[in-house]
């Protein structure tokens, strides 16, 4: 599986952002795709993560109600919509696939996306 994502770039505080993440290679059915976050000097976060199968989602706790996640199945492309950005959101955004545990367990990881959040 090969993950490309998008949608990175500057914002200021209380802006919006929608990242994308276009997999390819092979079928993307039985996975999920997530979406996780590593913050300067911080440890990698997960953000949330939506079912290929059934579309069932699942986010972390704190970004529940400012972030959505969704897919168009079509294209293969996952997205993820960002809300009401704080300057606390900046970090390198990365997309996976898994099909294991949607938010801890990924095997394929696409290349970061950089989110800047100005204050």
């Known amino acids: 599986v090969q993950l490309q994502a998008s949608g990175g770039g500057l914002v200021q505080a209380g802006g919006s952002l929608r990242l994308s993440c276009a997999a390819s290679?092979?079928?993307?059915?039985?996975?999920?795709m997530g979406w996780f976050r590593r913050a300067p000097e911080k440890e990698r976060e997960f953000v949330a993560a939506?079912?290929?199968?059934?579309?069932?989602?699942h986010y972390a706790d704190s970004l529940k109600g400012r972030f959505t996640i969704s897919a168009d199945y079509a294209k293969n492309t996952g997205y993820l919509q960002m809300n009401s950005l704080k300057p606390e959101d900046t970090a390198v955004y990365f997309c996976?696939?898994?099909?294991?545990?949607?938010?801890?367990?990924?095997?394929?990881w696409g290349q970061g996306t950089l989110v800047t959040v100005s204050s």
């Open positions: 996976a696939a898994g099909s294991r545990e949607p938010t801890s367990a990924y095997d394929y």
């Open positions: 290679g092979r079928t993307f059915y039985s996975y999920y």
């Open positions: 939506i079912s290929w199968r059934n579309g069932r989602t």
